[in-house]
């Protein structure tokens, strides 16, 4: 099956970097699945039963976006909070995702060192993104480290952006069943 990119991002056509990303996913569309929920969704309004088939038809999921507020952006958390639905994602005797892989891809606007224990943010990437790693393990689904990319605002060069466009594919295009611990950083 097809690896599923969930794409979360509300200003795609002037975003750089996710576009960048998308632009050279798109050369594997044989293999990758790519969903951009702002395009699809402009009013919000989600269609469950759909979101939920993409889900089912596709063995690995990465989330793709980039960081609001240490967040995701909104389409986003309402997507999770509206498809994964108990007795559908998980309950008794539930096993959708058990055998799927759900990673996280993200641009982050500042310096790795600024995600530091002792630094500015006072807390490292995983500790932030640890809300997708625990919804994930709550799926019984397979957690992979995350693709980050810091550093991510205007100052970024050029060269720096095609370099994590190709790292990028790569970590999407990786077999199935590698879930090493995998991150690229700028």
């Known amino acids: 099956m097809k690896t599923l990119i969930v794409?979360?991002?509300?200003?795609?056509?002037?975003?750089?970097?996710n576009k960048r990303w998308l632009q050279e996913l798109e050369q594997y569309s044989d293999r990758l699945t790519i969903h951009n929920?702002?395009?699809q969704?402009?009013?919000?309004?989600?269609d469950i039963a759909r979101e939920q088939t993409l889900l089912e038809q596709h063995d690995r999921i990465i989330l793709q976006f980039p960081l609001y507020w240490f967040s995701s952006p909104p389409l986003l958390k309402?997507?999770?909070d509206e498809v994964f639905l108990e007795d559908w994602a998980y309950g008794t005797d539930i096993e959708l995702f058990h055998s799927k892989t759900i990673s996280v891809a993200i641009s982050a606007g500042s310096r790795e060192s600024d995600y530091q224990m002792d630094?500015?943010?006072?807390?490292d990437i995983h500790h932030i993104l640890s809300p997708f790693e625990v919804t994930t393990r709550y799926l019984n689904a397979q957690y992979r480290e995350p693709f980050v990319l810091y550093a991510a605002g205007s100052h970024l060069s050029d060269d720096a952006l095609e370099d994590s466009a190709k790292r990028y594919a790569e970590y999407a295009l990786q077999p199935y069943a590698d879930t090493q611990?995998?991150?690229y950083l700028h």
Do not use: G
């Not at 794409?7 to 970097?17: Q, T």
């Not at 969704?41 to 989600?46: E, H, R």
């Not at 630094?119 to 807390?123: A, D, F, G, Q, S």
């Open 7 to 17: 794409v979360a991002h509300p200003n795609l056509h002037e975003s750089r970097i």
């Open 181 to 183: 611990a995998v991150q």
């Open 37 to 39: 929920l702002y395009e």
């Open 78 to 80: 309402q997507w999770l």
């Open 41 to 46: 969704y402009p009013d919000s309004k989600l």
């Open 119 to 123: 630094r500015k943010y006072r807390y």
